[in-house]
């Protein structure tokens, strides 16, 4: 009995020490650091808003685009190896990110960054079921790694914050290159080698979703300031829909498809991807704007809109155990439509304050999004593990995470065409009762930017109060449409959810060859 004890604890041990590495690398992908460092980057690199929603998109486009190849890729070369490259080039391209002294040069190299996580994410959720293979012991470590997850969303603004203000916006990068070089050297020594699975790689899909979410991204940024009608925006819109009809088509045909729309049948399943896609839909796309808000037209400082985040960060302290045992005694509908709904609620209570709000004024909001963004983590990640078979646990999670990605860039993409659109239409109205012409401004999309953090070159002041106006009345609008999403999210998952033993079965697990290959489930039928 003392041998087997003394025999279990470094294998105890060894696990605690990969959920850690899990956990760092996770932690690190956290965008919404960068959210707080938006303003100073526009004032220094000369961006306006168009340019700062690049450098948020250029990251979550790339990540979204390259998801599903990144768990081909795993399941092809060995989880862990990709998992450890991918960490590597995400390292990478913070420190480039740091360097950069142009918008051109900070996006491209949150692009790479982009490359990276998209490689180091699908294996994580693979390599935490190789490593913990007792059920309730897997429930509580995908528990906490999904909390460290959702707590990044939360710290990242209040560790950004102070960061940005005291040693520039820089810095929010420049963090992640020693802990990357330290998650670096800890997964060598703990994560396990998994095998690697013979498969192909969906060249045709990477190229035709790449190039079609580029085009649907592209429309929704440049449209607003441009000109719907404009040539190049509407040539980026009929071309985003025919290479997304055409993905949507190939995945469908293909037997090694790298989005498996069968995945889809499960209503379980796709309740719970549904439920991740419109979370972070509605809620990055708020968390973008809102240090803007906060900087730009509130005043604060970066340290002071960062804090003010902390209400948010205790609540998914809180949530993340909360929702674990939830799941774990009622399965992922209730904490995932309670968190859904309480999202919904925040956004909707947030919206209804304008640029002469007091902080204490709407704290309560923040509480409200914090325990439902803690809420919607885990249940979802809980739900693709009792749903798939354990040979396509890569390809899932790609698939939920590429589904929350796409969220957050539409999210920003949408709510950001909603808020310039209003924004233009304020302003120039404003502009037209001061008797002044609109182009005097520029793009009217940029002009927050311009207007609220160059103190060299101030406005007038009643052109100022319009800007801010204008501004504060688009993000009230843009709120308003992320919590409607969010609703309706919640009451469409509440009904996929609500008997999920007689839902369709989930995909039958992959059989193997005669040659020891696996063959998805169903390609000998045309599936």
Request: glycine residues 12%; proline residues 6%.
């Amino acid at each position: 009995m003392g041998e087997t004890e003394e025999a279990a604890a470094p294998a105890a041990r060894r696990r605690r020490l990969a959920l850690a590495t899990l956990c760092i690398a996770m932690f690190m992908l956290d965008n919404v650091i960068v959210n707080n460092a938006l303003p100073r980057i526009g004032r220094e690199l000369d961006a306006g808003i168009t340019g700062l929603q690049w450098v948020a998109e250029g990251y979550s486009l790339v990540f979204a685009a390259l998801l599903l190849t990144g768990g081909a890729l795993g399941d092809r070369y060995g989880r862990t190896a990709v998992f450890r490259f991918g960490l590597a080039l995400f390292t990478a391209g913070s420190a480039a990110a740091a360097l950069a002294g142009t918008v051109g040069t900070l996006v491209a190299a949150r692009m790479l960054q982009g490359v990276g996580a998209a490689l180091l994410t699908p294996g994580s959720l693979a390599i935490l079921r190789h490593v913990f293979t007792d059920e309730r012991e897997r429930t509580r470590a995908i528990g906490t790694w999904s909390g460290v997850s959702a707590l990044g969303l939360a710290v990242g603004p209040v560790v950004g914050g102070p960061m940005v203000e005291a040693f520039g916006w820089a810095s929010v990068f420049w963090i992640n290159v020693p802990i990357g070089a330290a998650a670096l050297l800890l997964s060598g020594r703990v994560l396990p080698a998994i095998p690697a699975r013979a498969r192909r790689v969906d060249l045709g899909g990477l190229v035709l979703s790449a190039a079609g979410l580029g085009a649907a991204v592209h429309t929704l940024v440049e449209g607003p300031a441009r000109g719907w009608t404009d040539p190049r925006v509407l040539t980026t819109a009929v071309l985003a829909v025919l290479l997304l009809v055409a993905f949507l088509l190939l995945e469908r045909w293909i037997a090694e498809p790298m989005l498996d729309l069968r995945l889809f049948r499960d209503r379980v399943l796709g309740g719970a991807l549904l439920g991740g896609f419109t979370v972070s839909f509605g809620m990055f796309g708020a968390l973008f704007f809102l240090p803007l808000l906060m900087q730009g037209v509130l005043d604060w400082s970066p340290t002071a809109a960062g804090l003010a985040g902390l209400p948010m960060t205790a609540m998914i302290v809180v949530a993340g155990p909360l929702s674990a045992r939830l799941t774990g005694r009622h399965g992922p509908r209730l904490p995932l439509v309670l968190g859904i709904a309480l999202c919904a609620l925040g956004l909707a209570g947030l919206s209804l304050y304008g640029e002469q709000a007091r902080y204490a004024e709407y704290l309560w909001t923040l509480f409200v999004l914090g325990l439902g963004m803690g809420l919607t983590f885990t249940p979802v990640s809980i739900a693709v593990l009792q749903r798939v078979a354990p040979e396509r646990t890569g390809t899932a999670s790609a698939t939920v995470n590429t589904l929350r990605e796409l969220g957050g860039v539409l999210g920003i993409a949408v709510l950001g065409a909603v808020l310039t659109h209003r924004l233009t239409t304020g302003l120039t109205a404003s502009l037209a009762r001061l008797g002044l012409p609109a182009y005097i401004l520029g793009r009217p999309a940029d002009t927050l930017t311009a207007a609220t953090t160059t103190p060299a070159a101030p406005l007038p002041a009643p052109v100022r109060q319009a800007v801010e106006h204008a501004f504060t009345d688009g993000i009230q609008l843009a709120l308003r449409c992320g919590s409607a999403a969010l609703a309706a999210a919640a009451v469409l998952v509440a009904l996929l959810l609500r008997h999920p033993g007689r839902g369709t079965p989930a995909p039958a697990a992959p059989a193997p060859d005669p040659a020891g290959q696996d063959l998805p489930a169903g390609a000998g039928a045309g599936a």
